[in-house]
């Protein structure tokens, strides 16, 4: 077990995508700590999960709500030594039917929340000279998919911010890695679509299908482990092959 007893964080972790990261590290032998804003939602999961978790209901895009979760974190479980920043959102419809509050919230949910759980986790895994960093963007952000305008400089934010941090942090031994995801089956962004939207979706994609959260999971449970150490400041794309580079 890879990650034997080690304290990850997971950010909208009532997803599906961000769900399947959850069981791949307790696979791992992590202790994981599940954060959403849907507290329900999040009791209810923890019951059908097999290892050592905590629920934290957390509203990841104000920064007094992360450090009040930050603290719970710590107090129950230990340091975090690995976040895994997971949100889901919809992608929000094109610039001129949005407004400035639609935006700020879009940017809040996923740049804002990245920035401040990163904030939050960053100082002690500088002083104890350990720790991986992992954030979960939509392809959007590198303008392969369309994806909305808030939506997609959100999440390219985000793929700044992963760079920003890979080199503050290297010198302390922690990694940061984005992945660059796409189409993951029972995401917002999927379900929403029609059979005819499907079809025309799977066209675009060279492996003719959608991915599976297992294996966004996989990919997240790498770039989290010790065997990861020698790459930080990469966005690996896991999309079926839209972007090849």
């Known amino acids: 077990m890879v990650s034997q007893g080690k304290t990850a964080v997971v950010t909208g972790a009532a997803g599906a995508a961000a769900l399947a990261v959850v069981r791949a590290l307790l696979e791992d032998g992590a202790q994981v700590a599940l954060v959403d804003a ?5 009791d209810s999961l923890i019951r059908f999960l097999r290892g050592t978790t905590v629920a934290i209901p957390a509203e990841s895009g104000e920064a007094g709500s992360v450090r009040q979760a930050h603290l719970q974190i710590e107090k129950l479980l230990g340091p975090v030594d690995i976040l895994v920043n997971a949100g889901e959102d919809p992608p929000p419809g094109k610039i001129e039917s949005i407004g400035p509050d639609e935006f700020r919230r879009v940017m ?14 960053l100082p002690a895994m500088k002083a104890r000279g350990w720790g991986r960093i992992v954030n979960i963007v939509s392809l959007a ?14 999440h390219g ?12 942090a290297a010198p302390h031994g922690i990694t940061v890695n984005a992945i660059a995801a796409a189409f993951i ?10 059979e005819s939207q499907r079809r025309q979706i799977l066209a675009t994609v060279p492996l003719a299908r959608f991915c599976k959260p297992e294996e966004l999971a996989h990919a997240a449970r790498f770039l ?22």
Do not use: Q
């Open 157 to 168: 934010g985000i793929v700044s911010l992963t760079f920003a941090l890979a080199r503050e």
């Open 224 to 245: 989290a482990s010790p065997l990861a150490g020698f790459i930080t400041g990469e966005v690996l794309d896991v999309n079926g092959g839209i972007v090849m580079d």
């Open 38 to 42: 849907d507290a329900l939602r999040l």
């Open 185 to 194: 089956e029972n995401s917002p962004a999927v379900e929403m679509l029609n």
């Open 108 to 121: 809040a949910r996923n740049l804002d929340s990245a920035f401040n759980w990163s904030a939050a986790v």
């Open 141 to 154: 952000a590198k303008g392969a998919v369309d994806g909305g305008a808030a939506h997609a400089a959100s």
